[in-house]
């Protein structure tokens, strides 16, 4: 009770503290966000002048790209002019005078608190006591700009612990491990058997899909309604500490080997592209590793893949579903795909798993990405204080959702026809349709932005401030 009656009053403290700063926070919230989202700052500027806000070249950038117009650039600097105050809905920006520090080492506490309720609260119903029970702590973390990818992960994982789905609903988990699951962008692995045992008892097939004919399923009715309940994520599998440890040493040099040839500036088109791409994959994957080995080694916790080999790709399906950013991707499938197929947004143990349409399958997917897409532009929003130029990464996960669906349709029919691709042929493929996809959608928002320069700066600063020390300690032990 005392736990939960010092998060209270945090959250309360929080949620009050822009009505209370004074006017010159502002000045401090703009300093603080450029800290936060490199290549972002907010500034009042004269309408018909962008050069303040997004430099020249970057302008130049997207004329060339095709994908706006110039006078797309003015509009927002005009938005960025009279709206100088985006950052207002950002909670911890308006804490004046805080450190960048100081204010992640707030979200870290009243995360750890927040988890520590939850973990309290475990007992109750799920549906609306849940959500009555943890509903201010999401619109909390909703607003902690320090945070936002992990803080988007944890409210995730609130909703689908809501509506009893996801990974924080896991009774083997004990405290630590639950604070941890739920504080940070990891996905708890699962024993085979234990899922299997779950769907022996709690989804057993219910009445003929609709569109199917009456009497015994065909094998590809079969085939597909099996799929649907098969384990997915790669949650009952795991790998080592050692193993992440090495991968992410190798993702390390690999991240600022690629980060020095990008700041050199003399690639250019598909290099330019490939290396983008490449640092992209990097950035994301060895934060997975790194987390994933000090959760795994401190509390004994088996991790779930994040990422695994994305360059191996055979195809739409294998990349999203197999091996890119698989942490996100369970919890999408927990919040959207599940309750969509089950026709239920409260996951009821024992109830029986209805059987469904193929139809229904394939929109259970395309809505996964559509909210993925929503997720991807408030992320950006939180970057830029605006949404992404003709909401360019809302739609990439649309036409992604499109290209998979299209993917399971035409797969279908191939198996009929008999025609079945290489390996080696299918992989190729699907990196040439990635590059494009992020190509006409991903980059041209971020570099107009600055971000890619800005975090390739960033990284290869860092590196020039590891490095002598590095050199400093194997001379020490003579390495």
């Not at 100088?84 to 950002?90: E, I, K, V």
């Not at 996905?187 to 709690?202: F, K, Q």
């Not at 992410?248 to 690629?258: Q, S």
Request: aromatic letters at 10%.
């Amino acid at each position: 009770m005392h736990l939960r009656a010092l998060l209270l009053l945090l959250t309360a403290m929080l949620l009050l503290l822009p009505a209370a700063a004074p006017a010159h926070v502002a000045a401090s919230a703009d300093r603080d966000r450029d800290e936060v989202f490199p290549g972002y700052k907010e500034e009042a500027v004269p309408a018909d002048d962008c050069k303040n806000t997004l430099p020249v070249e970057y302008c130049e950038d997207y004329v060339k790209a095709n994908m706006c117009k110039t006078g797309y650039v003015r509009t927002a600097c005009k938005k960025a002019s009279a709206v100088p105050m985006a950052q207002s809905q950002l909670l911890l920006s308006s804490v004046s005078g805080v450190p960048l520090q100081v204010r992640q080492l707030i979200w870290l506490l009243y995360s750890a608190m927040a988890g520590a309720v939850v973990w309290g609260q475990r007992h109750r119903t799920p549906g609306w006591q849940r959500a009555a029970a943890v509903l201010p702590i999401m619109l909390v973390l909703a607003n902690f700009a320090v945070a936002i990818a992990t803080a988007f992960i944890s409210n995730f994982k609130l909703f689908a612990w809501i509506i009893n789905r996801g990974s924080l609903i896991n009774p083997t988990l004990h405290f630590p491990q639950f604070i941890a699951i739920y504080m940070l962008p990891l996905t708890p692995a699962e024993r085979a058997e234990d899922e299997l045992a779950v769907e022996n008892s709690e989804d057993s097939v219910g009445p003929a899909a609709p569109g199917t004919a009456a009497g015994p399923p065909t094998s590809t009715t079969d085939d597909s309604q099996a799929k649907a309940r098969r384990p997915r994520g790669r949650v009952h599998e795991s790998y080592s500490t050692g193993y992440m440890l090495v991968r992410f040493f190798f993702k390390a040099v690999g991240l600022t080997w690629v980060a020095h040839v990008l700041q050199a500036g003399r690639l250019a088109g598909v290099p330019l592209l490939m290396a983008q791409v490449f640092s992209q994959a990097m950035i994301l994957s060895i934060s997975a590793d790194g987390l994933g080995a000090l959760v795994s080694a401190l509390l004994g916790l088996r991790v779930a893949p994040h990422f695994d080999n994305p360059y191996g790709s055979t195809s739409i399906n294998d990349f999203w579903s197999k091996r890119w950013n698989l942490v996100v991707s369970n919890i999408l499938r927990a919040c959207a795909y599940d309750p969509i197929m089950e026709g239920r947004l409260v996951r009821r143990p024992g109830g029986p798993f209805p059987a469904f349409s193929r139809l229904r399958r394939l929109a259970a997917v395309f809505s996964v990405f559509v909210l993925s897409g929503l997720v991807h532009e408030m992320l950006f929003w939180y970057q830029s204080g605006r949404t992404s130029p003709h909401h360019l990464w809302f739609w990439h996960f649309v036409v992604w959702g499109v290209l998979n669906v299209g993917e399971n349709v035409a797969k279908r029919y191939a198996r009929r026809a008999g025609i079945k691709l290489h390996p080696v042929m299918s992989a190729l493929l699907f990196q040439v349709l990635l590059h494009v996809m992020l190509y006409i959608f991903w980059f041209p928002p971020l570099n107009a932005m600055g971000i890619m320069d800005k975090g390739t700066k960033s990284i290869v600063l860092g590196w020039g401030w590891l490095e002598p020390r590095l050199r400093a300690l194997a001379k020490r032990h003579d390495w």
